[in-house]
């Protein structure tokens, strides 16, 4: 894999091996010997009726891989899981995407799949709350609502006949992201989990991991109702601009985000799939030991992380049994 | 290069007005370089130096050639830099020429110094081997794999790491040779005389983000930016040339 | 210029290589960071870096630069192709509309080993991506000096102006899909230097297999340590039934049918597929090739070959080694054009 890019002492490489070998001993083995490269004969028995899945062609009578990775079979479906390959959409997956363009009562977003996602304007509620049909002064107001470039936090509806990916925002927790910062890591490493919109109370501060890999670390805004302000004060659009310019995320408030997001860095670097209890638990640990944020990203502060998780997943392991 | 939300943008000024940038660094912090030496071994130097996700490679070839007919003892340098449609889709084609022009030229006057040859790096009067017939001719050539903002002191740092990474052939020359005939030159396949770096620069890009200046940029901070100043200094700690904002203003528009 | 011992006479080359020794292959996946794919391929000292942006939405292309660093600049970053027919065969299966960027950068100059250089380091490349491919494309380059096939020219070797065959091969499938020679061979001495270079392909595939596992297990065992993740309650993980049947035949349709050939000429080309596939989705790709010229009319027709291998949806059957005679013959490989050329020696 692209081999951890850090500089480590004789000493840190030790440990670090070490950690990983720890944790791959707890882990479980049960797919290594399944793996495969771009055309190798997948192992099926072809008497038995089976489907074909990603991943998987039919050649000469074998069936083949054609993406490096592991064989998962479900039934009977046979595919091959690639490992480093896009985002998959599924419905329902909660996605933070970039709005790329704004189309004839659609927004384009980029959400790292091979095609742009669309997010119609009937699937975004109206500003001023009010359930009715989109009119033509609303298509001429899109820009009001997100424009390009804009961050938005949405669902995957359904796939179109066409294959192409529809979002929808209806909900109040789904809109524009502002204020904070946008990481982006491998998509395998978010699970699919009951919640991915996490406040962290302490901090103030919102995490949302989108699973296309697109990680949002930002100040936390009560509602989405944001827009509904703004509507209202359109006409005073350059003073809220004014005040937004004086009044900057709070320092304390800043280096919080920061911390936050150095912890998805160094997690993401590693490897560890991201759940909002590990990287509290990394944001704590990182402060309890007083570490400046700036090392975060350092060579021993990786080092201890993976140290640490292995120690947690040994615990874990005792416990269970 | 992505486009960044006005909400982003502000957070990205904010957070440098306040002294922590995006991945909390401090204004006055560089990301970790890494260097590494010799890494083309058919060329007579090569250097890769990262900073960051920035990624370049920087390789100098010499061969021999005759000097110039108005400077006879000098010999020869050519810098060149090439950004790579690896390090971003958008540099296929001509897209990063302009970007590639704009660098090698700022190098070339750190590195050599203005018209006069005052100010610069390389002596080129060490590279000649036979006054006024055989010179040698140093092409540097710098490759851009991966983008991510402060191209230019990467480079520089490329340079000079290749430079010094350099082994220029020994070369006998002929005993005796008249008038306009090439004297006869024998290179040397063993034996190589390292070059002298000692006088080559370093330079610093300042980017101005709202009212402060931050060092080593990401893309990001650059699409911010609305002036840069570079600074090569030398060893002696002599401010060689200070090239304006164009160069990093150009690195803005394409990130734009 | 005077004959020069390309081979001594107990055997060796320029180099100390035997003629039928490879170089040195070194590869690594994934140095570009901000790629979705990317690989270095270096064959002894040739050095080349490929990078995939995709899929995404846009037209596809690969896009060679070789960054010659020696005298000899490469400036010419746009439609300047030169006379090198490159013949590609990137089977890929895609979706509509499947498109994704290679790009490459060579460092060090030696021509017919950085043709082969910059295939091995695509195919490693696109692999890294996860772009689904039915087989990987290796490429191997062997020639003719001194009345010994040697495989693998070096820089040394390829400057001698002997004749230079360039093949690249899908190994599991058994077939051909690029094959390119420079200078003129009779058909006999043709055959073995021909089947030199298929030999030193599969040696390549091998080391490229066994770079992807390598790499596999590394992010396998990354993938292991993220998916035994004990978060208690979500074996989210394996109900991951990604398909229903449904999308499987409208994926595998479009896989099947999705039959991907890029010709590089001395001109854009941007490859349809829609003689060949029924579901309308096609890929367009414009391959540039930049490097020093290498004149020879030869080339000339092998792009005319190459542009007609890829009209007739031809790619041989690479049996054995001695068919080749066979398919030389055959009018649906190679036009006469080429046999006659060669039969005049």
Known sequence: ?321 | MVGLSVGEKHFIQGGISQDLRLDCRKRLTYRPIYVETGIIPQAHGSARVRLGATDVIASVKAELGKPNALQPDKGKIAIFVDCSPTAAPMFEGRGGEELSTELSVALERCILGGKSGAGAGIDPTSLVVVEGKVCWDLYVDGLVISSDGNLLDALAAAIKAALSNTGIPKVDVAAEMTGDEQPEVNISDEEFLQFDTSGIPVIVTLTKVGKQYIVDATSEEESQMTSAVSVSVNRKGHLINKLDSEIAAAEASEEE | MSKTEYVSPEGLRLDGRRPMEMRQLRAEIGTVAKANGSAVFEMGNTKVIAAVYGPREFSCWFVVDDECNSVFQVQNRSQQLNDQALAVNGDITCHPPDHGGVHFDSSNASFSGTRSACINAATLALADAGIPMRDIVTSCSAGYLNSTPLLDLNYIEDSAGGPDVTVGILPKLDKVTLLQMEAKLPVDIFENVMGLAVEGCKAVANYIKEMLWKDEDDALLKQALALSMNIPGSDSSVGDAEMSEATNDQELAMGMSCYLFVVLTYLEFLCHMDGLHNCGSHVGLKFYYLAKSYQSSITKELNMLALQMFMLNGSIDQSEESDVSKVLGDQSFMPSIISSELTQM
């Open chain 1, 1 to 321: 894999m692209r081999g951890l890019q850090l500089p480590l002492s004789q000493t840190q490489r030790i440990r670090l091996q070490r950690a990983f070998e720890k944790l791959q001993s707890l882990s479980s083995k049960a797919n290594s010997d399944a793996s495969v490269t771009v055309a190798d004969t997948i192992p099926v028995n072809y008497e038995d009726a089976f489907l074909k899945g990603h991943g998987t062609t039919d050649l000469n009578g074998e069936l083949v891989a054609t993406v490096c990775g592991v064989v998962e079979r479900i039934n009977k479906l046979v595919y091959v899981r690639g490992l480093r390959a896009r985002y998959k959409p599924e419905v329902g997956d909660i996605v933070v995407g970039r709005v790329v363009e704004v189309a004839q009562k659609r927004w384009r977003l980029e959400i790292n799949f091979s095609q742009d996602a669309i997010l119609m304007l009937s699937s975004m509620n109206m500003p001023d709350g009010i359930q009715r049909r989109r009119t033509a002064l609303d298509e001429l107001n899109m820009r009001g609502i997100f424009e390009e470039n804009d961050v938005v936090c949405a669902e995957v509806r359904n796939f179109q006949h066409d294959g192409s990916l529809q979002l929808q925002a209806r909900s109040q927790k789904y809109g524009k992201l502002e204020k904070g910062q946008l990481l982006i890591i491998d998509p395998y490493l978010v699970k699919k989990s009951k919640s991915h919109f996490h406040h962290l109370e302490q901090f103030g501060i919102d995490l949302i991991l989108g699973r296309n890999g697109f990680i949002w670390v930002g100040e936390h805004v009560e509602t989405r109702d944001g827009m509904v302000v703004d509507q209202a004060n359109s006409s005073e659009q350059s003073m809220v601009l004014e005040e937004k310019n004086q009044t900057h995320t709070p320092l304390e408030m800043r280096q919080n985000i920061c911390r936050i997001a150095n912890a998805v860095r160094v997690l993401s670097t590693l490897g560890f799939s991201m759940d909002a209890d590990l990287i509290m638990e990394t944001v704590e640990l990182s402060s309890s030991l007083k570490i400046d944020i700036h090392d975060m990203i350092g060579s021993e502060f990786h080092v201890l992380v993976a140290e640490r998780e292995a120690e947690r997943r040994s615990l874990m392991g005792k416990r269970r049994r």
